[in-house]
């Protein structure tokens, strides 16, 4: 089987890999650790510890266990004590590093317990500060505040030396297909490109790079961007050919739901195929949208089926 290595964060990521897993190839979901907000940003101050909720999430996405056990980890406590607004698979990831001291050991052995379809890896094991230099020139400190600050970002790193592990640089080394999302560009995506030896991995790497665009613009981070855009940014922190192809959803959002999008400052991101085609990147257009609670969402199936028939056709 072929090995697809994912690399982003937050709830694009799990739709994806949602997906993906039911696809017959080798998943590898390297997932960034600089989340610092609600439970997650609680419990790296009080444990001394990296972000786990996305790696949470990606553990819940690829498990094929009863609902039950979903229903579980994701829940959340409703309490008056120090245990409000927890996520119960946040506090168990905590607890296992605690144990091993290391997250790459502590998913090992969750994904064992949850029959995980794949491999989940830490981008690093530290304590990673993301930085954000706005176009006006103010840093932001924070993954959080960059999100809720709603400025333009020029450019984003970490405050603190982070390093890549062992473990994400083989699976990039020995990957068939990388994929850069789905995900907030900034704080998501780009986190994990940050290190000089991912860099020169993703770089000598054989695989081809593909970036599954986001359907909606996010505030502060892609306002006003269309998708060519968003390619050029990933390419200006790995190399300037970078992205090889990109898949992009071709289904228009209706009014209803885009006014509801415009109360968040937030658009669909339209497709430049004349700016995509002098970029050389492949552009393989699909319907990708998935209408939910009035939340626009990529459909994980016909998503991933995108990303396995060109899988299976590169051979």
């Not at 770089?203 to 502060?220: D, L, P, Q, V």
């Amino acid at each position: 089987m072929k090995n697809v290595v994912v690399i982003g964060g937050g709830t694009g990521l799990s739709t994806l890999l949602r997906g993906l897993k039911l696809f017959p190839i080798n998943i590898t979901a390297i997932v960034t650790v600089a989340d610092d907000g609600y439970s997650t940003g609680r419990l790296r101050k009080e444990f001394n510890i990296p972000a786990v909720g996305d790696l949470r999430n990606v553990l819940v996405s690829l498990s094929e266990v009863e609902p039950l056990v979903e229903e579980l980890l994701q829940y959340r406590f409703n309490t008056y004590s120090d245990l409000d607004k927890h996520a119960m698979g946040n506090l168990l990831l905590t607890a296992m590093y605690n144990i091993t001291g290391s997250l790459t050991d502590s998913l090992v052995s969750l994904s064992k317990i949850l029959n995980i379809k794949g491999r989940v890896l830490p981008f690093t094991e530290d304590k990673a500060v993301l930085v954000a230099r706005t176009t006006d020139g103010e840093c932001i400190e924070g993954q959080s505040n960059i999100t809720k600050a709603g400025k333009h970002i020029d450019f984003v790193y970490y405050k603190n030396k982070v390093r890549t592990t062992d473990d994400v640089l083989k699976a990039i080394e020995e990957a068939d297909l990388i994929i850069i999302g789905i995900g907030s560009l900034y704080t998501s995506i780009i986190p994990n490109l940050l290190t000089d030896e991912v860099k020169k991995a993703l770089k000598e790497s054989r695989a081809k790079k593909m970036y599954i665009c986001n359907i909606m613009s996010e505030h502060g981070e892609t306002d006003g961007y269309m998708v060519s855009d968003c390619i050029k940014e990933i390419n200006r922190y790995v190399d300037k050919n970078f992205i090889d192809v990109v898949l992009v959803n071709n289904a228009i959002v209706s009014d209803d739901i885009l006014k509801l999008y415009e109360e968040e400052k937030s658009s669909q991101i339209m497709m430049d195929k004349d700016n995509i085609d002098k970029l050389g990147v492949k552009l393989i257009m699909a319907d990708l949208l998935s209408i939910n609670n009035n939340q626009v969402r990529h459909d994980p199936i016909r998503t991933a089926l995108e990303v396995f028939t060109y899988l299976t056709k590169e051979d």
